[in-house]
């Protein structure tokens, strides 16, 4: 069965700080993968997608992708208490980026 | 301005009526649309993928009885839970895709089963 991992946290970082969060899956064949943040008791919004190996930057964002290791990662540089949320990473294991399978989340909390 | 839209974004019922949500993409034409639930403190679980024009097609140990689909439009999709019970208060959430990482979640909709 396909999977996507992610440590659930709390992931705790003081304000200002770089927060890292990690995903692993299963399936060799994904070829995309995104990370979403979700705020309580809203639906998730888009933060990064990446389909390559190696880093992808936008602004304080940073995901790594390692095809060979089966990971990928999202840096929160300069993290701040808005940041504080529940970040989703997803796979896409159609090739494309329609179906998309979801880890379980990590919460982050950035505390002033 | 958004993308998508859902309808009723919070609901209330007894136990045994039957609920229909709808999902609307407001800016493109979109043959596809995904339907998803969360519990409380869990990840989003994909129920079904929905298919304009043909029947939708659910997710290993969906009940497609249960949660029936239909997608008759382009800019509408609709998931009725049927006899609901207690055990299928959730946040239910569709997602429209489009061009490569044109992608779109709608704002979601909690269904509290009484």
């Known amino acids: 069965q396909k999977e996507v991992e992610q440590n659930s946290g709390p992931l705790s970082v003081p304000e200002g700080a770089i927060a890292s969060l990690n995903c692993t899956y299963s399936?060799?064949?994904?070829?995309?993968f995104f990370w979403y943040r979700q705020y309580s008791g809203k639906s998730p919004e888009l933060i990064m997608s990446?389909?390559?190996?190696g880093d992808k930057e936008d602004g304080r964002f940073t995901a790594q992708l390692n095809k060979a290791s089966q990971y990928v990662s999202l840096l929160i540089r300069d993290s701040q208490p808005s940041d504080s949320a529940t970040y989703l990473c997803?796979?896409?294991?159609?090739?494309?980026?329609?179906?998309?399978?979801f880890g379980a989340g990590t919460r982050l909390a950035v505390h002033p | 301005g958004a993308v998508v839209s859902q309808h009723p974004s919070r609901v209330i019922c007894k136990s045994g009526t039957s609920v229909k949500i709808e999902c609307r993409s407001l800016?493109?034409?979109?043959?596809?649309m995904f339907w998803y639930r969360q519990f409380p403190k869990q990840s989003l679980m994909l129920m079904a993928t929905?298919?304009?024009?043909?029947?939708?097609?659910?997710e290993q140990g969906v009940e497609k009885d249960k949660f029936l689909i239909n997608h008759a439009s382009l800019t509408l999709s609709t998931l009725t839970v049927t006899s609901a019970h207690p055990e299928d208060s959730s946040f239910y959430i569709c997602?429209?895709?489009?061009?490569?990482?044109?992608?779109?979640f709608g704002p979601g909709t909690r269904l509290t089963v009484l």
């Open positions: 997803a796979a896409s294991f159609s090739g494309g980026y329609n179906k998309l399978i």
């Open positions: 800016d493109f034409q979109a043959t596809t």
């Open positions: 990446i389909y390559s190996n």
């Open positions: 399936d060799r064949v994904s070829q995309s």
């Open positions: 997602r429209i895709a489009g061009a490569r990482d044109t992608q779109y």
């Open positions: 929905s298919n304009e024009g043909s029947k939708a097609t659910y």
